[in-house]
């Protein structure tokens, strides 16, 4: 206590830093406050490097949240009268060309956090923002819409929502390497086995038995959301939704013209607040697709992290590649070895005479163990049954699409 | 003989340094805030950038025991913690039953006691060593499931285990412990919140230049600045794994093997395997690229020099 009272005004700053981060979504405790502030006291304040180490070593526990800290940081301590500094990382830098989207994005949170504190003046950051916003809508030429998901007509939100209600996901499961008790097994338990020995005083030893345990595989669902595909993508996205919140591991990704992460938004438990949440953060809606340069993205930065585990991989996407599949059959080379099971769920199978024969389709059939249609309610039905079956069965359909993709 | 711990980020700097370990700043910060505060130090960055390796100096600096617990799908306590040996407690049971002279209270206070304990390392951990605290290095967590995950809340945050025969052992000084992780799944917050983390980047090209010097003194300095050069390049392009610094100490090694005296695009073509680990990634490099990066990178030194 008598040390918080000597440097005070450290103690407070750092308070309010810590406020400041947490304003701009780091998940931080009181806890970590304390932790902090013992931090700082053991490392001093000789050295600025040093006082940023150890608040990082103690604030930060995720790699994505260095970006966020490193600017924080540098707003809040090099410069008490951060508004300045804050309004010109709002304002769009004209001329200059950035091609990182993403540390300015993050600079606008930070800005936001900090601005939050400051009410007088945040009216007018506001504006700034939004021209901001703006700004980025004309840089590129992807349709970058803001998809409002009233615009579903009110039979489609029903029907799929109690088609969804209804389906119970089978759980499959594959063994573990962890073991669980069981009256009868192939393997003895010896601890369990002696516990019970002594029991009744060691004269009788019955025998405890053990068994694999089971667990579901991860599951990952690339979707796509193109022009093409947009009345699926909104229904496949309640089907998500429903299959996140039934079990754990299960990781979303939409893609149209890039590959955004939607898994934490789809953890919410009320369906409303996932979409309005998702439309807020997927920036190409309904535009084109490129499969090619999207699973690359996918490979390079995500398969590592989410696939590592073994996991079933969902694809949703009609095949229509705006880059005619250009690069697309090493990408789904790579995503086929680096997965459990490849699943290829395209809405044009609704059409009886479909054939696959355009390039994007082409150079991804020779990689996919299944191929399965996803158009209507009852195609959705069908995809649970195939997520809990063993798929083993399916493989000679799987020939003849190959066949006739050739 | 134990050494003390340093008492200040610039002594961790120089620890490490003494056990050929080149640090930057900011390691040497979140380790030393790790070893003062007693937390453990919670450690992520791509393969081969050194972080078993940071246990390792850090035992072998401090003259400490080394307890490493390589994690893998399906580790249980039975191989972590501590395990029953059951043979001699069949025999124990047996040899009073014939002897007749315990009761049932006697016998299981008896089959349960430390006698027939194995320990396996996170109880050896907690142990109590004249050495001093050991360092306890939980190598790759990701790789285990998250039940193992959710065990070891208790071990970090109090440095206690409990075991329901014999009840709460608890360490007197609690160990040093390093967790390391390749992020290839996100580890719980509850876990990290225990923990300080750092995050361990590819050096810049003069710390690994330095590396490359303690690690392998045999290169001559015209080679190791040309390795270092060519495999900054190589991350700066865009391949599947990016070579680590563990890739660039193997490569240096192979080329001195190789009586290999200045970089060529011939046997940089045929050593790319020490450096490159997807055969894609091979192909896109060997060749025309190689030569190209490579005579950047010669360029680039030769202008150093002028």
């Known amino acids: 206590m008598q040390e918080n009272a000597s440097n005070g005004g450290l103690t407070v700053n750092i308070m309010y830093f810590v406020r400041t981060l947490r304003a701009a979504g780091l998940p931080i405790g009181p806890g970590r406050l304390l932790e902090a502030l013992r931090a700082v006291a053991t490392v001093g304040l000789a050295s600025r490097e040093d006082f940023y180490w150890a608040l990082h070593a103690v604030l930060v526990n995720r790699h994505d949240q260095r970006e966020l800290f490193d600017q924080a940081f540098h707003i809040f301590w090099r410069n008490p009268k951060f508004l300045e500094r804050m309004m010109s990382l709002i304002l769009p830098s004209f001329g200059a060309d950035e091609p990182q989207e993403n540390p300015e994005e993050l600079s606008r949170r930070i800005a936001e956090a900090i601005a939050a504190d400051e009410l007088d003046e945040s009216p007018n950051s506001r504006e700034d923002k939004f021209e901001y916003d703006a700004a980025m809508t004309w840089g590129t030429n992807e349709v970058l819409q803001k998809k409002d998901f009233e615009n579903m007509s009110a039979d489609e939100v029903s029907a799929a929502r109690a088609a969804i209600k209804r389906m119970r996901m089978p759980i499959s499961t594959v063994p573990t390497r962890r073991y669980r008790p069981r009256d009868v097994g192939s393997q003895v338990d010896m601890r369990a086995t002696l516990r019970a020995a002594l029991r009744n005083g060691g004269d009788i030893i019955p025998l405890k038995c053990r068994v694999k345990d089971k667990r579901h595989p991860p599951i990952v669902v690339l979707c796509d959301i193109s022009g093409s595909m947009d009345r699926y993508a909104r229904m496949m996205l309640h089907f998500l939704h429903t299959m996140t919140n039934d079990r754990d591991r299960v990781h979303t990704f939409l893609f149209g013209t890039r590959l955004t992460n939607v898994t934490r938004y789809l953890r919410y438990k009320d369906i409303d607040v996932s979409l309005n949440k998702i439309s807020d953060i997927v920036k190409d809606w309904s535009g084109g697709t490129r499969i090619g340069t999207c699973l690359h993205d996918f490979n390079r930065f995500w398969s590592r992290r989410v696939l590592g585990q073994g996991a079933l991989v969902l694809l949703i996407t009609d095949g229509l590649d705006r880059d005619s599949g250009e690069g697309l059959a090493k990408e789904m080379d790579r995503l086929h070895r680096s997965s459990r099971r490849l699943i290829w769920l395209n809405p044009l199978l609704r059409y009886d005479l479909f054939e696959p024969k355009s390039r994007g389709i082409k150079a991804m059939m020779p990689y996919v163990d299944e191929f399965k249609p996803i158009h209507n309610l009852e195609s959705l039905i069908e995809l649970a049954e195939i997520v809990g079956g063993n798929g083993l069965h399916s493989n000679s359909s799987m020939t003849n699409w190959r066949e006739r993709a050739a | ?306």
């Open chain 2, 1 to 306: 003989m134990t050494s003390p711990t340093p008492n200040s980020v610039d002594e961790t700097f120089e620890l490490l340094r003494n056990g050929n370990y080149v640090a930057d700043r900011s390691l040497a910060t979140a380790l030393y805030l790790s070893l003062s505060l007693s937390r453990p130090l919670f450690v992520e960055g791509e393969a081969g950038v050194g972080k078993t390796e940071l246990a390792k100096v850090l035992a072998q600096t401090l003259n400490r025991k080394l307890l490493r617990l390589q994690c893998y799908e399906g580790l249980d306590v039975a191989s972590a913690v501590y395990e029953w040996n059951y043979t001699r407690q069949m025999v124990e049971i047996r040899l009073s039953e014939a002897a007749g002279d315990r009761d049932r209270g006697t016998l299981e206070e008896d089959i349960f006691s430390e006698k027939f304990l194995i320990k396996r390392p996170l109880l050896q951990a907690l142990e109590p060593s004249h050495d001093g605290p050991p360092v306890l290095l939980i190598d790759e967590l990701d790789r285990t499931d998250e039940p193992f995950e959710a065990y070891l809340l208790e071990i970090l945050s109090d440095f206690q285990i409990t075991i329901p025969e014999v009840g709460t052992v608890s360490a007197t000084e609690p160990p040093i412990v390093i967790i390391t992780s390749n992020r290839t799944r996100e580890i719980h917050d509850a876990l990290k919140r225990r923990c300080y983390y750092h995050w361990i980047d590819y050096p810049d090209a003069a710390r690994e230049l330095e590396i490359l010097t303690v690690k392998a003194p045999e290169v001559s300095s015209t080679l190791s600045q040309q390795i270092v050069g060519f495999v900054q390049a190589l991350r700066e392009t865009d391949l599947f794994k990016l070579p680590g610094i563990a890739e660039t100490i193997d490569w240096a090694h192979a080329l001195v093997q190789l009586n290999c005296l200045a970089l060529d695009p011939e046997t940089i073509n045929n050593t790319l395997g020490a450096l490159l680990k997807y055969q894609d990634d091979i192909a896109k490099i060997q060749g025309s690229e190689a030569s190209r990066i490579l005579t950047e990178v010669k360029a680039e030194l030769a202008a150093h020099r002028a």
